[in-house]
């Protein structure tokens, strides 16, 4: 029971045990907010900002139907802008099998033909390769011959325009093979200037604290267990920490699509392919969030197990003596150490802090991974149960 607090000169001071829940609880609090920024930063060093991982999130862009649609428009509409639309329209009335059809439809469908063959696929690697040089150029303030005029970045299109072009040539529209391809190039936005320029120094921070953040907040967390009196509790509280911090990302990524829809790109590009896009790019980001907040609900599970409730006590009471029991057949002895059961409970916050340390600062964090470390910590937990039990074969611990 808590100690009442004392007048001391007419000034109220909280209990040393009130004092100490309030610090911990400050603890994961503290390490619960600095969370999902570990995670972006980690995932904008990692991500966003390497060419390589960059290129292969967007590559099966090339198969997505908004993206075809809007790149197949524009591209349509440059190469209109450079013939006589009569000529066009006569030599569409010739060969196209449908009737009415107008000369842009015609060559929009002919163009989005082009754009599911393996050349396009090729073509749309090189574009996004030179589209996130030069992002990454525009982020950094350094100058690129990448970088548009304007300061914009966008993926250049002048070879897919080209291509187009011959592609039409040699489906009959000859009117097509008297355009300049050094006249085709055409770009396609995926951010403006101004908020590159705004984004600049958050990038730039982010970027250095990529190691420094994670590590602070599985440190806090582990601080946070390390002193607590009572550490059931104070790992329920993680564990809903955890999960705010994994809700509170997933809702920072969605509010982003807002932004990104009417600021970073605007009416310049059409809104299906923007929202195909950002998703794209922002899906491994929102993976991450997602599964910080299944590790969390994990914590909590494994909390209320630790539980001193009927169930829970029974619950490690069985499996602790199934366990136990294959450790000592396995062995041919007790399986079971004094000094891990004199250090039981540092262990386990050792063993959890390290599973949150590895999941925040994880290079390519995927379900597969926080499964993987979800397992491991279990299994480190179970093994520090076994051998902390009470000397004997085939004893149980005592609940």
């Known amino acids: 029971m808590l100690a009442r607090s004392r007048d001391n000169g007419g000034v109220s001071r909280k209990p040393p045990r009130a004092r100490f829940r309030k610090t911990v609880a400050l603890l994961v609090i503290t390490a619960?907010?600095?969370?999902?920024?570990?995670?972006?930063?980690?995932?904008?060093?990692?991500?966003?900002?390497?060419?390589?991982?960059?290129?292969?999130?967007?590559?099966?862009?090339?198969?997505?139907?908004?993206?075809i649609t809007a790149v197949s428009?524009?591209?349509?509409?440059?190469?209109?802008d450079q013939v006589d639309a009569s000529v066009v329209e006569k030599e569409v009335g010739v060969l196209s099998p449908l009737l009415g059809a107008t000369a842009h439809g015609y060559v929009q469908q002919a163009i989005e033909r082009l754009l599911g063959t393996t050349q396009f696929k090729q073509l749309w690697v090189i574009v996004n390769t030179q589209a996130h040089e030069a992002l990454v150029a525009a982020l950094e303030g350094?100058?690129?011959?990448?970088?548009?005029?304007?300061?914009?970045?966008?993926?250049?299109?002048?070879?897919?325009?080209?291509?187009?072009?011959?592609?039409?040539?040699?489906?009959?529209?000859?009117?097509?093979?008297?355009?300049?391809?050094?006249?085709l190039g055409h770009r396609f936005?995926?951010?403006?200037?101004?908020?590159?320029?705004?984004?600049?120094?958050?990038?730039?921070?982010?970027?250095?604290?990529?190691?420094?953040?994670?590590?602070?907040?599985?440190?806090?967390?582990?601080?946070?267990?390390?002193i607590s009196r009572e550490r059931r509790r104070t790992l329920l509280r993680t564990g809903v920490g955890l999960a705010v911090a994994g809700i509170l990302g997933i809702a920072a990524v969605l509010a982003g699509r807002w932004f990104y829809l009417h600021d970073v790109v605007g009416t310049q590009v059409p809104a299906d392919a923007a929202r195909a896009f950002y998703n794209t790019v922002f899906r491994t980001l929102r993976l991450a969030y997602e599964i910080t907040c299944i590790a969390g609900i994990g914590v909590v599970l494994v909390a209320i197990v630790a539980g001193p409730s009927r169930s829970a006590t029974r619950i490690r009471a069985t499996t602790l003596?199934?366990?136990?029991?294959?450790?000592?057949?396995a062995v041919g002895d007790s399986a079971t150490s004094s000094w891990v059961a004199a250090n039981k409970s540092t262990l386990r916050t050792v063993a959890v802090v390290l599973g949150l340390l590895v999941l925040l600062a994880a290079h390519h964090q995927t379900l597969r991974l926080g499964v993987e470390i979800a397992i491991v910590v279990l299994l480190v937990l179970g093994l520090i149960e076994i051998l902390a039990r009470p000397h004997g074969r085939g004893r149980s611990a005592v609940p």
């Open 321 to 329: 003596s199934t366990a136990g029991g294959l450790a000592d057949t």
């Open 142 to 183: 350094k100058r690129s011959s990448l970088v548009a005029p304007d300061g914009s970045v966008d993926l250049d299109l002048s070879n897919m325009v080209a291509a187009a072009r011959d592609a039409l040539v040699a489906h009959g529209l000859t009117i097509f093979e008297k355009v300049d391809p050094n006249e």
């Open 73 to 80: 428009d524009q591209i349509a509409t440059r190469l209109l």
């Open 32 to 67: 619960t907010a600095i969370t999902p920024v570990a995670i972006a930063a980690v995932w904008l060093r990692e991500e966003l900002l390497n060419t390589d991982r960059y290129v292969a999130t967007v590559t099966p862009l090339a198969s997505n139907q908004a993206i």
């Open 189 to 226: 936005t995926i951010a403006r200037p101004d908020t590159l320029r705004k984004g600049r120094q958050a990038v730039s921070v982010l970027r250095k604290l990529a190691i420094a953040l994670p590590v602070a907040a599985a440190v806090l967390y582990g601080l946070a267990l390390l």
